[in-house]
């Protein structure tokens, strides 16, 4: 029985082991793991034959990586001692701002772990600005969604990305709890009267560490089943972007401060999920995208429409159409700021 | 030996939540056949009631008489079982 769970204990960290090394070693051989294929590989191919070509190229480059961050997203999942930090984020005003903004992104999510964390920073008292500040931060900024949009997009547009969707979310969350649709909102979550049990009432029990990594691979293998079957359609649009989207028009459209506008707008209403968005901007890039307009692009997550619509459910339309204009208006001050600060548009 | 087991997820269920009850209810199965009074309730997370009982807690959770003692992770049967034994 010992012998058995030291045999599992070794195969599962040589698992997570093995993700962390090979992905040091492309990191440090600059090994590429994004897909190589030009708008020329592509365009000459029959029409049923491009996508399956860009899938295998994403997965011959992209799988180290795919692996690499779901594993971690498990990992950090079962190790990092999440319900002190939700503990943290809960407990004063302000400082919950700077706790949900800088915690968020260990915080691996799909949207139903989201969702009640969102209403029970409320009914905790948090209130309405770290709550919503949290929900906006967690989707784009998360482990999983960084790790990949450093290895797609490279490191200096991801960290700009996720600095200026920090600070975007704190500002958006501390405006609409200044608007009287946002108190409003907040005090229909008042706390229940008198409850000295909470601090007591959660004790965790201590897990074997064979039956912890377990939990942690099992997270990130749901993670992948989730994620993946939207992520690999995705791409095959992303092939055709790449394939057929004239160059003239990225070339004329998503470069200057113009640009930096049109990214945003678009980045936004048009939905694609975090890890497509980030695969699309890599072909927009390809094609000729102004780095500032990538940053712009990327922060359109927030107010996509499927997003929109899960939250208007819970706050209601006026918190969203107010933090669906600011998260634009943020978007392109990002990019043009991002601009400025490369020197290219 | 009475144990009231209550599985806190999300309403309507995400596939971990559903999950976590199913592996709950197998555990309070197996060990009602060995004479144990086990009970297992849903609750909701988002409820006003279960974040002034437990405060803020990752879904799916699972409590053993009124006490988190899991959260975040979906355990497998055989884990909770041990768990109720332990607390039984």
Known sequence: MEARRAVKTALMLGVIVFFVVMMARAIIGSYTLTPQSTAEDLKGLPLWKIPIVYLLDYAGHGWLCLGFAFTIAGVFSEFLPQSFMLRFMSSGKKISYLVATVLAPVFCVCSCTMVPIFTGLLYAGAGIGPALTFLLVAPANNILADIITIQVLGWRIAVADMIAAGIAAVAIGYFVSKTPWGREFESRFTRNPGNPAQATAVELVKQPLDERLWNALKFGGYLAKRILPAFFIGLVAVSYVQAFFPEELVKAYLTGPFGVIVAALLGGPLYTPTLIEVALGKALVNLGMAPGATVAWLMGQPYDIPNSMSTYRIVGWKIVITYGVLSFITAVLSGLIYGIFVGTF | ?88
């Open chain 2, 1 to 88: 030996m009475k144990l009231k087991v209550e599985v806190i997820g999300v309403n309507p269920p995400c596939p971990r939540c559903e999950q976590t009850e199913e592996n709950a209810k197998k555990a309070a199965e197996k060990l009602r056949k060995e004479g144990f009074d086990i009970e297992v309730a849903k609750l909701d997370i988002s409820s006003r009631d279960t974040v002034s009982r437990f405060g803020v807690i990752m879904s799916p959770a699972i409590a053993v008489n009124g006490v988190v003692k899991m959260m975040g992770k979906v355990p497998d049967p055989g884990v909770i079982e041990r768990m109720l034994r332990k607390e039984a």
